[in-house]
């Protein structure tokens, strides 16, 4: 394979090993991706592309608790440009959100929100905020603007399930942390949205 012939030539080049670990990430391969991307830290953690690529590697190996402080950090200083940015905050929202850290999570939401109020997943992941937090009215409605800005199909049928709870229960009290067993197709999802 090239890359690791280029490794081989110069076991330091981090755009190599990172590019390597790139490819086994996109071929599904996450533990050897984040082996290189382990790799690459270790030579150069000061360098923002490598630390992105690590915290990704860790976040799609569900190594929630390991990305959090990359992904804070990461969302603290200045990125390349504001697309890997505003994925940063969205991934960090979810990662909070995993860890049961929903303030947090509310915080990095609201950055993305002033980022670009329609980035796509931004409604949806603050419809899981809300959902977990009791507040249905209120994740009901950010899903269905998920729904409206991007399309996602999956926000759609959350938004109706919920619409559907609401009038069959009368006023809300109280809805199971789950939402009717969502969370795990919504932790899915989610994961896509860093690529």
Not at 105 to 132: C, E, K, M, W, Y
């Amino acid at each position: 394979m090239f890359y690791q012939r280029g490794i081989a030539i110069d076991p330091s080049n981090v755009l190599v090993i990172d590019d390597l670990g790139i490819t086994y990430l996109n071929d599904g391969q996450s533990e050897k991706a984040l082996e290189q991307f382990r790799n690459a830290y270790r030579i150069a953690p000061d360098d923002p592309n490598v630390k992105f690529h690590l915290a990704r590697g860790l976040f799609e190996t569900h190594e929630y608790a390991t990305a959090e402080p990359l992904f804070e950090e990461l969302s603290r200083s200045p990125q390349p440009d504001s697309t890997r940015m505003k994925k940063i905050l969205l991934t960090l929202a979810d990662v909070e959100i995993t860890l049961g850290k929903l303030p947090e999570a509310t915080q990095a939401l609201q950055r993305l929100n002033l980022l670009d109020s329609v980035f796509p997943g931004l409604h949806r992941t603050l419809g899981i905020v809300f959902q977990q937090q009791g507040q249905i009215p209120e994740a009901q409605a950010e899903y269905a603007k998920e729904y409206q800005t991007s399309g996602d199909l999956e926000a759609k049928r959350q938004a109706m399930a919920l619409a559907d709870f609401m009038r069959s229960s009368g006023p809300v009290t109280e809805l199971s942390k789950s939402g009717g067993g969502t969370v795990a197709r919504q932790d899915q999802d989610r994961r896509k949205t860093i690529q």
